[in-house]
C-alpha cells in the first residue's frame, strides 16, 4: 500500500510542481547556477557567449524544476523566439540572471514576464566581478545603486520594492539566500500538495492516468497466449500489482466467474454485446483513451478461433473497473 500513495504523492507533487525559468543575459552563469543549485554538473557550461543552445529542465529537491534558457538577444535567440519559449512553457516564477548593466533586450523579456503576471527573482550574478576600478565605492554602495537601478527601470511594471539576490558561483556568494528564497516559493505549494491528496477530482485523475497506462500492457500481444489458455489470473495479478494491489486483499469477482456469468446473461437475454457496443459504454465509465490495443488484440483473438472473445475482453475491463474502485476507496482511506 505505501508504494500505492508513494506513486499518488509523486503525482500530486508533479500537477503542481513549480517550474522557474532561469533566463537572462548571454555569458551571465546560469547553467553554473543551475549546477550549483541542483548538485549536479548536467547544465551545459561553456566559456564561450551563449553556450546554452536548447531548452533543458533540471530536478530541484522532487519540489520544482529549473528550466535552462539561452541567452536573451543572441542570434540563435532573438526577443521573439524568447517571448514563444515563455508561452509555450507557461512558467510559474522566473529566476534573471543579470552580470552586466541592464540592456534594452532584458527590459523587453522583463516587460513581457510582468504583464503575464509571472514573479521574477532577479540575481545578479558573478558579483565576485564587481568592483569599482577607481576604488572609490564600495561593494555594498556599488549594491546599492544597482538595487535602485533595478527599482528605477522597472517600476512602471513591477510593484516595488525590488532588489538583486547577488551570487557568485565561484566563491558560493549569496547561494545560500537564493536557495531560501527558492524554498520559502515551495512551501506554499506544499500546502497545495497536501489538500489536492484529499480532493477526489486529484484521486480520480491519478486512477484515470494509471488505467491508460494499465491498458496497452494487459492488450499487449504477448498476453495473447495467455487469454487462449484461459490463465486469467496471471491477468488479474499483472492489473493488481499495477494498481500496488495486495492478491489477498482484494475482494475483486474473478475473470473467469464474469465470464460466465456475462455468458449466462446473454444466453438468458438473447443478447450479446459487439465490440463497439461494449468499448462505447465501458469508455466513459473507465476514460480510456486508447482504443487501439483492445482492438488490436480482438483481432488477434478472432483470427485465432477464440470464440467468445468480447466477453472476455468484457470481463477483463470489469475487473479493471473494480481495481480502480478499490484503488481509490484505499487511497481515500489513506490520506483523509
Do not use: C, W
Not at 533586450?105 to 550574478?125: P, T
Not at 490463465?231 to 474473478?254: A, G, M, V
Amino acid at each position: 500500500m505505501d508504494k500505492l500513495i508513494n506513486e499518488f504523492n509523486d503525482y500530486v507533487i508533479n500537477k503542481v510542481k513549480l517550474k522557474y525559468g532561469v533566463l537572462g543575459q548571454a555569458d551571465a552563469g546560469k547553467s553554473s547556477l543551475i549546477n550549483l543549485l541542483t548538485n549536479n554538473k548536467d547544465a551545459y557550461v561553456s566559456s564561450q557567449t551563449d553556450a546554452t543552445m536548447q531548452i533543458d529542465a533540471y530536478d530541484y529537491e522532487n519540489r520544482a524544476e529549473l528550466i535552462d534558457f539561452p541567452g536573451v538577444g543572441t542570434t540563435h535567440h532573438n526577443l521573439k523566439k524568447y517571448k514563444r519559449y515563455i508561452d509555450t512553457l507557461k512558467l510559474d516564477r522566473v529566476l534573471y540572471i543579470f552580470s552586466s548593466k541592464i540592456k534594452n533586450v532584458d527590459m523587453k523579456v522583463i516587460e513581457y514576464l510582468a504583464k503575464k503576471d509571472v514573479r521574477i527573482i532577479f540575481v545578479f550574478n558573478k558579483v565576485d566581478s564587481l568592483t569599482d576600478v577607481s576604488g572609490q565605492q564600495s561593494r555594498a554602495q556599488m549594491e546599492r545603486e544597482k538595487d535602485l537601478e533595478l527599482e528605477q527601470q522597472f517600476k512602471k511594471y513591477i510593484q516595488p520594492p525590488m532588489s538583486y539576490i547577488y551570487t557568485s558561483v565561484l566563491t558560493n556568494e549569496g547561494i545560500d539566500q537564493l536557495k531560501e528564497t527558492l524554498r520559502e516559493d515551495i512551501a506554499e505549494k506544499e500546502e497545495k500538495v497536501r489538500q489536492l491528496m484529499n480532493d477526489d477530482e486529484m484521486i480520480n485523475q491519478f486512477i484515470t492516468y494509471k488505467t491508460n497506462t494499465l491498458i496497452p500492457k494487459i492488450f499487449a500481444p504477448s498476453f495473447k497466449d495467455i487469454i487462449m489458455s484461459r490463465k486469467y489470473e496471471n491477468i488479474e495479478q499483472s492489473i493488481l500489482k499495477h494498481y500496488h494491489l495486495k492478491q489477498n486483499d482484494n475482494k475483486i469477482t474473478s475473470i473467469d466467474e464474469r465470464i460466465n456469468t456475462f455468458k449466462q446473461k446473454a444466453e438468458q437475454t438473447k443478447s450479446m454485446f459487439n465490440l463497439n457496443q461494449l468499448l462505447k459504454f465501458i469508455t466513459p465509465i473507465l476514460k480510456l483513451k486508447k482504443l487501439k490495443p483492445i482492438f488490436f488484440m480482438a483481432t488477434i483473438l478472432t483470427e485465432a478461433g477464440v470464440k467468445d472473445v468480447v466477453t472476455i475482453i468484457r470481463s477483463i475491463l470489469a475487473y479493471v473497473g473494480d481495481a480502480e474502485h478499490l484503488t481509490k476507496k484505499e487511497i481515500s482511506n489513506h490520506t483523509n
